[in-house]
């Protein structure tokens, strides 16, 4: 019965899409760092083609609330859900019913607020990725991994060749990105377990074929060899070395330090097979999380805006906002400008998503109150448009 209430609700919002819309907006954040406001949108098709003073009578008048530019996550496992019995879900089902639970996931981050995700990567991601694309279904602008790359991947497993034939043919199937783990997860200590020879065949091949490449790396040895291997991202970096954030700085490499993924553990411990040392664990690793946020920020890297979401955060992903404002003391608008035009060059769409202004894409998002002055009004999401068409809002 609810699947079949989320497919009238779409069939409503197919419906009653419009060529043009106009705007009026009492704050506008244009994801560069400028703030408007009584700012008139004015929307044609799927882009915005003007932003300025008002000039006539609004389709929607949004003037109570402030606008910017949709919210990009970087880093989710969109096919990871929580079960009926609210355990931990990402590959036991029937894929019927993975597909059905990953498109769950899709339309409710969406309705948080986000209009564009990265997801790292399952192979059901594409099938999703492709019918939200055709239409069928609604849901935020998808780019997926398909897979995920280690040291034990390819046949023979491991060997370089092979390593990057799996490049070639993940590339084949679809992908948008490459996805490689060089060091373990945060439990088992974030050491290197890809050599730097592997990391830097993997990357150097995504770039070959034209993938970005992002990197899975707690540990400081794993990144840093990442980091020369011309990796596109480094995801997490809870241990990086200052002289590995100086390296990244000089080079141009996107960092992703992720904080809700530890606090959705812990928030949902039940739902998870963790047992108290590694509980222990992952409390433990928020601390340098936020530590490595302020030491990135003070070298003025590029830090983009992931989440790692997981069963228990799609559709709170804006949940890392609060996390990184109020915990790792970022500015409000450096977090907001990360989540926007950071993220948005980052992924390779800068000059498509992530600005709100003429010629771009008209995704955008609108909360009651201005993040800038509180930044818990990213959980107030009462507007979300993407590609001009409206998906929550009047």
Same mark, same amino acid.
């Given at each position: ?9 779409? $069939? ?5 899409? /419009? ?5 009026? $907006? ?5 994801? !560069? ?41 970087? =880093?989710?496992h969109i096919n990871w859900h929580m079960d009926a019995n609210r355990k931990s ?21 969406? /309705? ?20 939200? %694309? ?15 790359? %280690? ?17 070639? !043919? ?8 490459? !996805? ?19 990391? /830097? ?56 330090? %992720?904080?809700?993924?530890?606090? *959705?553990?812990?928030? *949902? ?7 108290? #040392? ?15 946020? #302020? ?18 955060? =799609?559709?709170? *992903?804006?949940e890392e906002f609060i996390y990184r404002v ?24 800068? %000059?498509?998503?992530?600005?709100? $202004? ?37």
């Open positions: 019965m609810r699947f079949r209430i989320f497919l009238l609700a779409w $069939a409503a919002l197919a419906a009653g899409a /419009q060529t043009r819309i106009v705007l009026r $907006a009492g704050a506008l954040l244009d994801g !560069k760092g400028g703030v408007f406001h009584d700012r008139q949108i004015v929307i044609e098709g799927s882009r915005i083609v003007s932003v300025g003073a008002p000039t006539e009578k609004p389709t929607y008048d949004l003037a109570r609330l402030t606008i910017m530019p949709g919210w990009i996550d970087t =880093h989710v879900v990402n590959s036991r089902e029937a894929p019927e019913l993975e597909a059905l639970y990953t498109a769950g996931d899709a339309w409710i981050t969406l /309705q948080g607020g986000f209009t564009t995700v990265q997801s790292l990567g399952a192979a059901m991601d594409g099938v999703v990725r492709d019918r939200i %694309n055709q239409g069928v279904i609604p849901g935020p602008r998808l780019l997926s991994s398909l897979r995920q790359i %280690n040291a034990d991947s390819g046949q023979p497993r491991g060997d370089l060749a092979s390593l990057r034939a799996l490049v070639r !043919k993940t590339k084949e199937e679809g992908a948008d990105v490459i !996805k490689l783990f060089a060091t373990s997860g945060l439990g088992a200590g974030g050491g290197q377990t890809m050599t730097a020879e592997q990391i /830097q065949a993997v990357c150097q091949e995504a770039k070959a074929v034209g993938l970005r490449s992002v990197v899975h790396a707690i540990g400081d040895a794993g990144a840093r060899a990442a980091v020369e291997a011309g990796c596109t991202s480094i995801e997490h970096g809870t241990f990086l070395s200052d002289a590995t954030l100086d390296l990244m700085a000089r080079l141009g490499t996107y960092f992703d330090p %992720n904080l809700l993924v530890l606090h *959705n553990y812990l928030d *949902n411990r039940a739902s998870f097979s963790f047992n108290e #040392r590694q509980l222990d664990i992952l409390e433990k690793g928020i601390a340098p999380t936020e530590d490595v946020l #302020r030491r990135a920020r003070a070298r003025k890297l590029k830090i983009v805006f992931g989440t790692d979401a997981v069963a228990g955060s =799609h559709g709170r *992903n804006a109020k915990d790792a003391g970022e500015k409000p608008m450096d977090a907001l400008i990360s989540a926007t035009s950071v993220s948005a060059e980052a992924l390779g769409l800068g %000059n498509e998503i992530g600005t709100l $202004a003429a010629g771009f894409q008209a995704d955008l998002v609108a909360t009651e109150g201005n993040p800038l002055d509180d930044i818990t009004a990213v959980r107030r999401v009462v507007f979300v448009m993407k590609g001009g068409r409206i998906y929550k809002g009047p």
